[in-house]
């Protein structure tokens, strides 16, 4: 998962055979890029950045302020076309298969680490591996699984250390994965895997280098990759420093000689020094500059807006950390309370768009309306929902959030309008930062509703469903669980038609309304401004900065 704070741009439905080119397709990036011309190579940039969860491992970094550093410090075995997010071969020189099970992956030879030694066929098995072993407690771990042996890796014991005694992990590789030579391997999955080829991209599945192995706490404060930029330092709360690698093997290299990533706690003080100057980029501009438009005046000729694949959301706390909110009645009233237009009309100046499901717009597969009149309005309909369900028990509702984006307006104003239609307190409540905020939940600890965001990992309906709500994946912040929901993913998975694969997962969509595990509240378009200093910004797919288009003037 990418947790995030993030005209539309349609993207075709890819098989796994399909998967051997350059991009395919295109779309509509609206006012997406600032495209003046004069750029120069070289200089340096600073850009907002987060405090990331976790040390700078790909395979434990589920979220973006880590996740936009490693996507420029590493490579995978394909890339995604900025515009469109179609999948081109990066390491991979092909990925073959004749049955969605069986594939036969080839690299590109010479492509090297920032280390300088070669990314071989080794670094790849190792590092997946490594990610799916239980006692690692990789938070990517779950993207393994459809490689065969994945439930062998894992530990089966239960309470505090499920990794203990007979709990212990039966092996630390998977059968599936095979070492050709030096430049191919194998990889079988359990059942077939029509998308597999598409998933590569994401992060999880990037190479690690010999080196890691032997420490990977330091790898994790220095991570050593195999893309255009390599991370120089990490300065806790304060700073991480990239700059471009001399020996970079790859066609999607930057202009830019430096990248410092500024830890921000607050997005409207990074916007101001965006305005004054003092810093580069903000892939967030706050919620108070988008009201009237005011970030165009602000920013002229320095501001792009791109519809991307992001959704927010609203998820509720697995039951055995707060149970008041356990009855799906309960969930569906709180979200027929919840009066997306007026807010995002009040708050986003109507920049977002209401969702009407768990799926965003912009990838093959989506549906409209799958979640129903439970994400529509209905104040009276959601007073008569909550009754049905013998109140809310808790006393008041709760709804938290990272304050160190622009969120307290939207969840204030979200708080108001439940408190509204259904007569019970809700209130805001802030977390320090994102760090802290993603700690809490992923140790159970929040109690009440918490903000959650995806930015898509890859362009796949599949990815806004599985790693989410299929019980036991990575991101199931919810710990929701649906034995018909998961049976329908593998069936989706398994098909080798896209059309009956997009029918599958529409239909595994549809059941979360009767559970309403996560609230949909919006889709996203991202909003991004600029210094006077630098030209060719362009907003990615997944709404994150095209690092390989900026440039200074």
Request: neutral net charge; proline residues 5%.
């Amino acid at each position: 998962m990418r947790g995030t704070a993030r005209t539309v741009a349609m993207f075709a439905g890819i098989s796994a055979t399909a998967l051997l080119a350059a991009a395919c397709g295109g779309g509509d990036s609206g006012n997406a890029a600032n495209t003046s011309a004069g750029g120069k190579t070289g200089g340096s940039i600073t850009v907002r950045g987060c405090n990331p969860q976790n040390p700078l491992v790909p395979s434990n970094t589920t979220e973006t302020c880590g996740g936009n550093v490693l996507d420029a410090s590493t490579a995978k075995l394909v890339h995604y076309n900025a515009e469109t997010a179609a999948p081109e071969n990066d390491i991979a020189e092909s990925i073959t298969t004749q049955d969605n099970q069986n594939f036969t992956i080839k690299l590109v030879k010479g492509y090297k680490f920032q280390d300088g030694t070669e990314v071989k066929a080794k670094n790849f098995v190792d590092a997946w591996n490594y990610a799916a072993y239980g006692p690692n407690a990789q938070s990517s771990g779950y993207f393994m699984e459809p490689i065969e042996g994945y439930a062998d890796t894992q530990c089966t014991g239960e309470g505090d250390d499920p990794c203990a005694g007979k709990g212990k992990a039966k092996t630390d590789k998977m059968t599936g994965l095979k070492v050709v030579d030096d430049h191919t391997f194998t990889v079988k999955t359990s059942e077939k895997v029509s998308n597999l080829p598409v998933r590569l991209g994401y992060t999880a599945f990037a190479p690690l280098p010999d080196s890691f192995f032997k420490d990977p706490k330091a790898y994790g404060e220095k991570p050593v990759g195999a893309g255009p930029y390599k991370v120089d330092s990490w300065t806790k709360n304060s700073e991480i420093k990239l700059s471009k690698f001399a020996d970079y093997s790859g066609k999607f290299g930057g202009k830019v000689d430096n990248i410092t990533f500024k830890i921000y706690q607050d997005s409207d003080a990074a916007y101001n020094d965006v305005i004054a100057n003092q810093l580069d980029v903000t892939d967030e501009v706050p919620s108070s500059a988008q009201i009237d438009d005011k970030y165009k005046t602000d920013l002229p000729d320095r501001n792009a807006q791109k519809a991307v694949g992001v959704i927010q959301t609203i998820t509720f706390p697995p039951t055995k950390v707060d149970p008041n909110y356990a009855d799906p009645k309960v969930r569906q009233a709180i979200s027929m309370a919840i009066d997306r237009d007026t807010i995002i009309k009040q708050i986003f100046n109507n920049t977002r768009k209401p969702a009407t499901g768990w799926v965003s717009p912009v990838v093959d597969g989506y549906k409209a309306d799958q979640c129903g009149e439970y994400c529509k309005y209905d104040p009276a309909k959601a007073k008569a929902k909550l009754a049905e369900a013998g109140g809310f028990k808790g006393g008041k509702i709760t709804l938290s959030y990272n304050a160190d984006a622009s969120h307290k307006g939207w969840t204030e104003a979200t708080c108001n309008s439940i408190k509204s239609a259904l007569g019970v307190d809700c209130v805001a409540t802030p977390v320090v930062d994102f760090s802290t905020f993603r700690t809490q939940i992923a140790n159970q600890k929040m109690k009440g509703m918490f903000r959650t965001g995806w930015q898509m990992d890859y362009p796949s309906i599949e990815n806004f469903l599985a790693p989410i709500y299929k019980t036991g994946a990575s991101s199931n912040d919810g710990h929701y669980s649906n034995p018909a929901f998961d049976k329908l993913l593998v069936e989706a998975a398994a098909a080798t038609d896209p059309a009956e694969a997009n029918k599958k997962y529409q239909e595994a969509e549809a059941l979360l309304a009767n559970d309403m595990p996560a609230i949909p509240m919006w889709y996203s378009t991202a909003t991004m401004g600029w210094s006077d200093k630098v030209t060719g910004v362009k907003i990615t797919a997944f709404g994150t900065i095209d690092f390989a288009s900026i440039s200074l003037k």
